[in-house]
């Protein structure tokens, strides 16, 4: 079992420490995605018009291999975290900001009128009525986009071994240990899966009013009582 934990010299990391170097280039461009998709889906609700060019410039972003991106970016960003980061913020806004524009547009009508005879503003409406609404839409674009970056991070192997867990998959050619692939595959995989978990256990503690909380809460309906055995016919 040593093998599978044992990592090159070359990368000048234990395997924790790519754990947390694979974390980190996953999750810092997903919150970032995250705080530039709220204003843009406020934006894409009051002005429903510039919804769907928004929508397709996130589309056609997402369509760009992440390749094309560094050679974009690499005169200006270098070999580094951050070539790898802005794809990935990019990408995550393609799940974000129609998750988030669903779950502000499922926001009844009668909300919205009861915010604004209260004397909401539309940004403190959106900040305290809105969004907290839309939080299950929310987390479901998270979980999303979540595991879609942990996943990608390990292309960053292409530019200066910037792929945390994916420089793994390149040494275990070099040095002909494919146990490094199967760590570094796996590895993956079980962060992607804890990740999502997180999410839906937080989604839950933040969303005490959803349905399945309901029904897991919900006191247990009484037994059904036996229907009485048929009386014999008489013979």
Do not use: K
Request: hydrophobic content about 55%.
């Amino acid at each position: 079992m040593d093998e599978f934990f044992r990592m090159p010299s070359d990368l000048q990391h234990s395997y924790l420490g790519l754990v947390g170097w694979h974390l980190e280039e996953a999750l810092v461009p997903v919150l970032a995605g995250l705080l530039l998709s709220l204003p843009l889906a406020q934006l894409c609700v009051r002005f429903p018009r510039l919804y769907p060019p928004v929508l397709w410039t996130t589309t056609v972003l997402y369509a760009v291999p992440s390749l094309a991106f560094f050679v974009l970016l690499i005169d200006w960003t270098g070999q580094s975290e951050v070539t790898v980061m802005i794809p990935l913020a990019l990408y995550s806004l393609v799940v974000l900001v129609p998750a988030i524009v669903d779950g502000v547009r499922s926001v009844p009508e009668e909300t919205h009128a009861a915010a604004t005879a209260m004397g909401f503003g539309p940004i403190r409406r959106y900040l305290q009525v809105e969004l907290p609404i839309a939080v299950p839409a929310v987390f479901a674009g998270l979980r999303v986009a979540t595991v879609s970056s942990i996943s990608l991070v390990s292309i960053g192997a292409l530019i200066g071994n910037q792929g945390a867990l994916g420089n793994l998959l390149a040494d275990a050619m070099s040095y002909h240990r494919p146990e490094l692939a199967v760590t570094s595959v796996a590895t993956t995989a079980l962060l992607a899966v804890a990740a999502d978990a997180l999410l839906v256990l937080c989604r839950r503690l933040l969303t005490p009013w959803s349905p399945d909380r309901r029904r897991r809460t919900a006191a247990p309906r009484p037994a059904a009582v036996p229907a009485a055995p048929a009386v014999e016919e008489a013979r």
